[in-house]
């Protein structure tokens, strides 16, 4: 990896608790916040400027357990690869976790901003490729040291244990998966509530998006392998053209959707990638399909996985090939991505806090999309523990504003050009989380 050095070099900046020099009530928050807001600021510049790719986040994980070393944790570092868990116990009380996720993404900046990412890394071609925070992972880690750092100012108005969670290798979907088989819910107290952010590409800064249920898909990467029997391509009739079976089979994949499942449960099928000969006038021997799957149901997506296998298969039989060339349908388990179901008692509290925190009229009921998060594994223990993850506005207001009235599309999350309104963005996300926390800590026992 290579970083090149660039302006706002904060390795030194590290928060304390201490380093506030008053005591602030959870009435006067956004105060606390504000002034908090400069170092927040600073880090996220730095944390921008210096991402690490997943599996990869050496550097990242030691700076987060700096910062919560300093606010007072006691923190696990290296946890699940380069977890890093961070626990606070202040008195008899829920136990509260806060996760965020810390791992870059394999892109060229070019927002254009002073402070865009320079840093590049060899890809297993040999190739240069850039390294980026395009889906707003820095926000996520700049908010939750901000809500650590709130909550130990406010030790005296909560008491329970608090559990900050910087998690890694979230775009790949295995950082949650590797934390919780370390043992995250048995070396350490289990959560009577996990809550998350997610910074938005299509809301605002300073609103919040909430969603009850469903919020975000299931993902499977599926790779199927089409055979043949090659030949020459003026002679295709003592062929089997696998080139034409896949043109079949991409179209029969489609009925999954529109016929198959019902119309009430919202699923996609996307053959990504076609790969399959190697000349104008050669019959190939196979065509390779990739697809990615997505849906909410658990069972749709068997159903979907299902549907594949048959119909492959079927169109493989028609086309006469025999029992040794029948299309192979692999699912990568290892990339399998859950759907995230965010408990509706729990999306209710985290909605009626935020709303207390920045008005109602900042807080919007946001759809559920068809993206993937890990975050969903946090609620699919034995353990039961209720989820829920938010939607924190990233667009610059005016920004916003006019590509409403133009129709202009934004930048999406894992654009070149995403680049969020990192101050009202940060401020808005650490005032959400640290109030819906706090509230958690204070409701009556079950």
Known sequence: MTCLRVAYP???LVFSASSLSFTASASDLDLSVSKALPKLEQLYLHLHQHPELSYQEKATSQRM???LKQLGFEVTANFGGYGVVGIVKNGKGPVVMIRADIDGLPIIEQTGKEYASTVTTLNADNSTVGIMHGCGHDIHMTSLIGTAQQLMLHK???QGTLMMVAQPAEEVGGGAKAMLKQGLFSQFPTPDSIIGLHVSASIPAGKVGTVSGYALANVDSVDITIKGKGGHGAYPHVTIDPVVLAARTVLAL???VSREVSPLEPN?????AIHGGSKHNIISDEV????TLRSYNPKVREQQIAAIKRITTGIAISAGLPDDLMPVVYVHDDETIPSTYNDPTLAAKVKASIEAELGSDNVLVAPPVMAGEDFGLYGLTAEKCPITLFWLGG???SQYQASVESGDTLPSLHSSQFAPDYSLTIRT????????AMDLFNQPAQ
């Open 288 to 291: 390779k399909l990739q697809l």
């Open 429 to 436: 996300g650490v005032r959400a989380m640290t109030k819906s």
């Open 254 to 256: 489609q009925t999954i």
């Open 395 to 397: 667009v610059e207001p």
């Open 268 to 272: 996609v099928v996307t053959v990504g």
């Open 65 to 67: 357990a700096q910062e």
């Open 10 to 12: 904060l390795l030194a």
């Open 156 to 158: 005296a108005d909560w």
